[in-house]
């Protein structure tokens, strides 16, 4: 079994910044390709960004692009997310996610593993 587990939320203000960590256990290495969503409250869980394994290679939503940054140690079988230029529209429940496919997916039925949840709370 993987475990997948998040770090690193928490309550900013508009124009802030925040670390999200993603820390695989159990079977790290089962798991490739990994993503980040988010969850605001009614509303569906959208996809944030992912990241590959093997080459790094990364894909990010149209909302986040230039503003976050998803990047991974595969040492530390961690994926972290970089958020920048926060806004109160990114206030949301953030999941970290895994593949046992190497290929990068935006929904959220491609996953196989997910985290429980960190929430990110912007003000304005």
């Known amino acids: 079994q993987v475990q997948l587990v998040e770090s690193g939320g928490g309550l900013v203000q508009a124009g802030g910044s925040l670390r999200l960590s993603c820390a695989a256990s159990g079977r790290p290495f089962s798991v490739y390709a990994m993503g980040w969503f988010r969850q605001a409250p009614g509303k569906e869980r959208d996809f944030v960004a992912a990241i590959r394994r093997s080459d790094g290679n990364t894909y990010y939503a149209d909302s986040v692009k230039g503003r976050f940054t998803i990047s991974r140690d595969n040492a530390k079988n961690t994926v972290y997310l970089q958020m920048n230029s926060l806004k109160p529209e990114d206030t949301a429940v953030y999941y970290c996610?895994?593949?046992?496919?190497?290929?990068?997916?935006?929904?959220?039925?491609?996953?196989?593993?997910w985290g429980q949840g960190t929430q990110v709370t912007v003000s304005s």
């Open positions: 996610a895994g593949r046992t496919l190497d290929v990068i997916a935006t929904i959220t039925s491609r996953y196989d593993y």
